[in-house]
């Protein structure tokens, strides 16, 4: 399984970014897709993630801001992040619980990070 991120880059505060992360390979279930970020000298923590079904939950400072969406058919999960402030600054990561053919597992993987810098 790969989980190919991309969208982040450098905005100024009050811009906007979309992030995408696409999941590949043998999967044969998502449970959940989700974005954590850690910012230097900091733990990861989550941004946001949806639920099969589409339940939603966000980190109390991303609420209002950011919007999670994924696609069922591209297995595609997006993060429209507005209004972004100096401390969005993080290495953003997609996260996926999935199950893959051949186990009845349900297993955790993560993307490789893309870089999100909000400054003037």
């Known amino acids: 399984v790969q989980l190919q991120a991309s969208g982040g880059g450098l905005v100024q505060p009050g811009g906007s970014l979309r992030l995408s992360c696409a999941a590949s390979g043998s999967i044969i279930s998502i449970n959940s897709l989700g974005w954590y970020r850690q910012a230097p000298g900091k733990q990861r923590e989550l941004v946001a993630r949806i639920i099969s079904g589409g339940r939603t939950n966000y980190a109390d400072s991303v609420k209002g801001r950011f919007t999670i969406s994924r696609d069922n058919v591209k297995n595609t999960v997006y993060l429209q992040m507005n209004s972004l402030k100096s401390e969005d600054t993080a290495v953003y990561y997609c996260?996926?619980?999935?199950?893959?053919?051949?186990?009845?597992?349900?297993?955790?993987?993560w993307g490789q990070g893309t870089q999100v810098t909000v400054s003037s």
């Open positions: 996260n996926a619980n999935l199950q893959t053919s051949g186990t009845t597992r349900y297993t955790e993987y």
